[in-house]
Antibody, heavy 124, light 110 residues
Framework: EVQLLESGGHLVQPGGSLRLSCAASGFTFSSYGMSWVRQAPGKGLEWVSAISGSGGTTYYSDSVKGRFTISRDNSKNTLYLQMNSLRAEDTAVYYC?????????????????WGQGTMVTVSS | QSALTQPPSASGSPGQSVTISCTGTSSDVGGYNYVSWYQQHPGKAPKLLIYEVSKRPSGVPDRLSGSKSGNTASLTVSGLQAEDEADYYCSSYAGSNLVVFGGGTKLTVL
């Protein structure tokens, strides 16, 4: 069964840092692009960042560029999101999502598998 | 990058059809055939319903369909069922290495 399991969400102070992880299973992890998508409380979905299957190409939304870094360890089937200089507006449930595959750039792919999400709260 | 525009709410009675629109620009919806639709029940993760404007993943019933005309994509849910009550989001590749989502539509089955 294809599964994604996020972890690392926490309460953090403004200006702080946090690293999220997403453990993947049930598919050939290195063959697929992956994304992080967030959802603020009571709000809609917002794409945050994506990475190609090899990890060699990364993409960021304007709202997180320069503060967040996406990476992956294909030997551990794990996706990461390093979040620095956190702001109150970064408060959200963060989902990792598997790209359906077959497109380049990978951003043209739909997100066919989603994790259950991990909550990040930025507050003093 | 601005979010795609969706109506905040839609409704229909069991058995009826409902269409949800998703309006963007020529830089996103109108410029590419990479529009997707997702369903999200409260407290749950989103689920892919439609990709590349009108394609259905395996397991998604054919009473759900997608289309596009110009800068507006649409999701039609036919034969409404109680379990269709959920939030629906569209997304599109937006060029310039970006992905944009719609604000979401809450579908109520009356």
């Amino acid at each position: 069964e294809v599964q994604l399991l996020e972890s690392g969400g926490h309460l953090v102070q403004p200006g702080g840092s946090l690293r999220l992880s997403c453990a993947a299973s049930g598919f050939t992890f290195s063959s697929y692009g992956m994304s992080w998508v967030r959802q603020a409380p009571g709000k809609g979905l917002e794409w945050v960042s994506a990475i190609s299957g090899s990890g060699g190409t990364t993409y960021y939304s304007d709202s997180v560029k320069g503060r967040f870094t996406i990476s992956r360890d294909n030997s551990k089937n794990t996706l990461y999101l390093q979040m620095n200089s956190l702001r109150a507006e970064d408060t959200a449930v963060y989902y990792c999502a598997k790209h359906a595959g077959g497109q380049w750039p990978v951003l043209r792919d739909a997100f066919d598998i989603w994790g259950q999400g991990t909550m990040v709260t930025v507050s003093s | 990058q601005s979010a795609l525009t969706q109506p905040p709410s839609a409704s229909g009675s069991p058995g009826q059809s409902v269409t949800i629109s998703c309006t963007g620009t020529s830089s996103d919806v109108g410029g590419y055939n990479y529009v997707s639709w997702y369903q999200q029940h409260p407290g749950k993760a989103p689920k892919l319903l439609i990709y590349e404007v009108s394609k259905r993943p395996s397991g998604v019933p054919d009473r759900l369909s997608g289309s596009k005309s110009g800068n507006t994509a649409s999701l039609t849910v036919s034969g409404l069922q109680a379990e269709d009550e959920a939030d629906y989001y569209c997304s599109s590749y937006a060029g310039s290495n970006l992905v944009v989502f719609g604000g979401g539509t809450k579908l109520t089955v009356l």
